[in-house]
Antibody, heavy 127, light 109 residues
Framework: QVQLVESGGGVVQPGRSLRLSCAASGFTFSSYGMHWVRQAPGKGLEWVAVIWYDGSNKYYADSVKGRFTISRDNSKNTLYLQMNSLRAEDTAVYYC????????????????????WGQGTTVTVSS | DIQMTQSPSSLSASVGDRVTITCRASQSISSYLNWYQQKPGKAPKLLIYAASSLQSGVPSRFSGSGSGTDFTLTISSLQPEDFATYYCQQSYSTPPIFTFGPGTKVDIK
């Protein structure tokens, strides 16, 4: 079945780095864009980053730009999030999600949504 | 940047009630609006994409409408499994920025 499994979370001190992984199975990983979304304790959802199916384009939320890097290895069916210079406000559950692209027949423009999600991995930034 | 708001922030309803949640964008986003459901301790689930298209496997009691800046998610007859938090999300921005709304929590009256 279609599945995403995150790993790599843990407790890290402010200013340190952490790399999250998301292992995909049950679908052709190399055909899909992928997202990272996070949720701070008791808070709402915050989109973090997206990478195109072939890794050609990457986009980030302003809150993580310059500190986080999204990447993928299509030969390993794995998505990554390299998180540097971590701050207390980065404490959250981090989810990976598959991008579902639909094409608007009137405009020819793509619409994006997140149709498959992992179970999340928890990152705690604390001294 | 496009900002998303939702109203109400929470509501109490009974099984069988018709429930409507509103999402508003700070500028026109055409129909580039998605709705998600999240239950405590679980990952979000896609319900509606492109404002009004029902995601495969989602019960037909869920529906979405709207375009431009104002959108609604309607649950026609609330079921026990529908008590959750609902988020809207825009996918209109260029370059791509996928902003979520703050969420609407639906609980039992």
């Amino acid at each position: 079945q279609v599945q995403l499994v995150e790993s790599g979370g843990g407790v890290v001190q402010p200013g340190r780095s952490l790399r999250l992984s998301c292992a995909a199975s049950g679908f052709t990983f190399s055909s899909y864009g992928m997202h990272w979304v996070r949720q701070a304790p008791g808070k709402g959802l915050e989109w973090v980053a997206v990478i195109w199916y072939d890794g050609s384009n990457k986009y980030y939320a302003d809150s993580v730009k310059g500190r986080f890097t999204i990447s993928r290895d299509n030969s390993k069916n794995t998505l990554y999030l390299q998180m540097n210079s971590l701050r207390a406000e980065d404490t959250a559950v981090y989810y990976c999600a598959r991008d579902q692209t639909q094409w608007d027949i009137l405009t020819g423009s793509p619409t994006h949504s997140m149709d498959v999600w992992g179970q999340g991995t928890t990152v705690t930034v604390s001294s | 940047d496009i900002q998303m708001t939702q109203s109400p922030s929470s509501l109490s309803a009974s099984v069988g009630d018709r429930v409507t949640i509103t999402c508003r964008a700070s500028q026109s986003i055409s129909s580039y609006l998605n709705w998600y459901q999240q239950k405590p301790g679980k990952a979000p689930k896609l319900l509606i994409y492109a404002a009004s298209s029902l995601q495969s496997g989602v019960p037909s009691r869920f529906s979405g409408s709207g375009s431009g800046t104002d959108f609604t998610l309607t649950i026609s007859s609330l079921q026990p499994e529908d008590f959750a938090t609902y988020y809207c999300q825009q996918s209109y921005s260029t370059p791509p920025i996928f902003t979520f709304g703050p969420g609407t929590k639906v609980d039992i009256k």
